[in-house]
């Protein structure tokens, strides 16, 4: 199993969570981790490149912390560019059929605040549907996200945590049945 992490945090160095995430996932062999905004400090995405290297995977993982209840912006603009008509959808457009998709996701609110009557009023898994949407569309398998709320009060330990279990849970083979 080919694990092919995009990970997209527009201020990594002040990151704690996704940085301490990144560094142990680059630990792993079978997991490449391909940091957008690093590749693309400009932005302009090189889309034969990343519809080559989601080729060369069996299990893509877009890794971000959550912002305005979405990605951050670069995230989105890889879709829009990579995610072509011919390519990841229509017709011939099956390019990533059949591989896996998951969604890591830090969140700074607490996960009790992601429920109805929450002051975040919805779930995290209704606010992550427009992912679960492209997904069904380009025809991979929406695994369930592994999603770490509550980052600002976080320990260092539950952070470091966290980082042994997201690295576990995309590098199952067997768990999702
Ligand atoms: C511009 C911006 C928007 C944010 N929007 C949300 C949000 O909608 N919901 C939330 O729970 N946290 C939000 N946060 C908090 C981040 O999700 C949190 O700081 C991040 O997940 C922590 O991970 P890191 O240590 O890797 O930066 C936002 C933070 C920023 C800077």
């Given at each position: 199993?080919k694990?092919?992490?995009?990970?997209?945090?527009?201020?990594?160095?002040?990151?704690?969570?996704?940085?301490?995430?990144?560094?142990?996932?680059?630990?792993?062999?079978?997991?490449?981790?391909?940091?957008?905004?690093?590749?693309?400090?400009?932005?302009?995405?090189?889309?034969?490149?990343?519809?080559?290297?989601?080729?060369?995977?069996?299990?893509?993982?877009?890794?971000?912390?959550?912002?305005?209840?979405?990605?951050p912006?670069l995230?989105?603009?890889?879709?829009?560019?990579?995610?072509?008509?011919g390519?990841?959808?229509?017709?011939?457009?099956?390019?990533?059929?059949?591989?896996?998709?998951?969604?890591?996701?830090?969140?700074?609110?607490?996960?009790?605040?992601?429920?109805?009557?929450?002051s975040?009023?919805?779930?995290?898994?209704?606010?992550?549907?427009?992912?679960?949407?492209?997904?069904?569309?380009?025809?991979?398998?929406?695994?369930?996200?592994?999603?770490?709320?509550?980052?600002?009060?976080?320990?260092?330990?539950?952070?470091?945590?966290?980082?042994?279990?997201?690295?576990?849970?995309?590098?199952?083979?067997?768990?999702f049945?």
């Amino acid at each position: 199993m080919k694990v092919l992490v995009i990970a997209a945090h527009p201020n990594i160095e002040e990151s704690i969570v996704n940085r301490t995430w990144i560094g142990e996932l680059k630990e792993h062999p079978n997991i490449t981790v391909h940091e957008l905004y690093k590749q693309y400090p400009d932005e302009e995405i090189d889309i034969e490149r990343e519809q080559r290297l989601c080729e060369e995977h069996d299990r893509i993982v877009w890794q971000f912390p959550f912002y305005w209840y979405s990605s951050p912006p670069l995230l989105k603009k890889w879709q829009d560019e990579v995610l072509t008509h011919g390519w990841a959808y229509g017709s011939n457009g099956d390019n990533l059929h059949n591989k896996e998709l998951i969604l890591a996701v830090s969140t700074g609110s607490a996960k009790e605040k992601y429920q109805a009557g929450g002051s975040n009023h919805y779930s995290m898994s209704e606010l992550l549907k427009p992912f679960q949407a492209t997904s069904h569309l380009i025809g991979t398998k929406f695994l369930p996200a592994f999603i770490f709320n509550g980052t600002y009060t976080a320990t260092h330990e539950e952070i470091k945590e966290s980082a042994k279990a997201y690295v576990n849970y995309i590098l199952a083979e067997d768990n999702f049945e």
